[in-house]
């Protein structure tokens, strides 16, 4: 019982610390969200778009850190 309740605890700290980003192509002002940016050594980023799930890849972009309530908005 004890190792379970601790995984309980386990997983719903983990869940808390979810990040959520805005990542905004520069040349098209188009703007995808996601929760997990990779950033390849050419200086690219690679990203799942949580509206479509496609993965999408940007040379060029800015990306901005937004809560979860601006990431659910846009994501509806």
């Not at 805005?22 to 050419?42: E, G």
Request: glycine share 6%; aromatic share 8%.
């Amino acid at each position: 019982m004890k190792r379970i309740g601790l995984l309980a605890g386990a997983c719903l700290l983990l869940a808390g610390c979810t990040s959520y980003y805005r990542v905004t192509d520069v040349s098209t002002q188009q703007n995808y969200y996601t929760k997990n940016v990779q950033r390849k050594s050419s200086g690219a980023v690679v990203f799942k778009d949580s509206r479509t799930g496609s993965e999408v890849t940007l040379q060029s972009s800015k990306i901005t850190k937004v809560n979860k309530e601006t990431f659910e908005h846009e994501n509806e």
